[in-house]
């Protein structure tokens, strides 16, 4: 198992340009998500997904667009760029399992550090 | 709301020494909470988690935490730290059946020898 990975791994864009991220899981997860990480700030929900097909958007999600056309891929997209969306991005997945609670965990990818300038 | 406070920005502590991070939370109803840890350039993993029963809780790595419901608090705790410890600390929070986690700003932990 790779459990869930991100692509890619580093990336420089220029204000204004556009770039999808990619998040891959192999767990066969329900819910995936995605957070930025910024210094001081620990991890902010920029938007989940609870199903195929299905999005919501969680704590900081101006600026950014996510599909979740595939049950393991969860892709997050930058329009148009701002120096302000410099960040790591981390994408997470979990199991759905309402009659155990206690197996609940999110996993983690290895982030994407994006630096726009 | 739901919401996590990590009152230490950053901790150090000597090699072999015993280690305690601080997490209060705030939270109407019973709330699942975490421990994950973040080692440089890495992703998140996760050190142990807490929803019911006993209010001591053991994770990997050696690392233990206790629920306290009076104090609002889930501090972490290890009695002797190796110098791989040193990494960044999140504590997070969560209710049941909601599988959205609020995160706490993390605390850095530097190991000297």
């Known amino acids: 198992n790779a459990g869930v990975t991100q692509t890619p791994k580093f990336r420089v864009l220029k204000t204004g340009q556009s770039m999808t991220l990619l998040c891959a899981q192999d767990m066969n997860h329900e819910y995936m998500y995605w957070y930025r990480q910024d210094p001081g700030m620990g991890l902010r929900l920029i938007h989940y997904?609870?199903?195929?097909?299905?999005?919501a958007k969680g704590e900081v999600p101006d600026g950014y667009n996510v599909s979740r056309l595939k049950k393991q891929n969860f892709l997050l997209g930058l329009e148009s760029a701002a120096p302000s969306q410099t960040s790591v991005y981390f994408c997470?997945?979990?199991?759905?399992?309402?009659?155990?609670?206690?197996?609940?965990?999110?996993?983690f990818g290895p982030g994407t550090r994006l630096t726009v300038t | 709301a739901q919401s996590v406070t990590q009152p230490d920005i950053h901790i150090t502590v000597s090699e072999g020494a015993s280690l305690e991070l601080r997490c209060n939370y705030s939270y109407g109803a019973t709330p699942y909470l975490f421990w994950y840890v973040q080692s440089p350039g890495q992703g998140l993993q996760l050190l142990l988690k807490y929803f019911s029963g006993d209010t001591l809780v053991q994770g990997i790595k050696g690392f233990e935490a206790e629920f306290k419901r009076s104090q609002s608090s889930f501090n972490l705790r290890k009695p002797s730290v190796h110098w791989s410890d040193a990494a960044e600390y999140f504590c997070a929070v969560g209710p049941f059946g909601n599988e959205k986690l609020t995160f706490g700003t993390g605390t850095r932990l530097t190991i000297i020898p």
């Open positions: 997470a997945s979990s199991r759905r399992d309402r009659g155990n609670p206690l197996s609940y965990e999110q996993y």
């Open positions: 997904s609870v199903g195929e097909g299905t999005t």
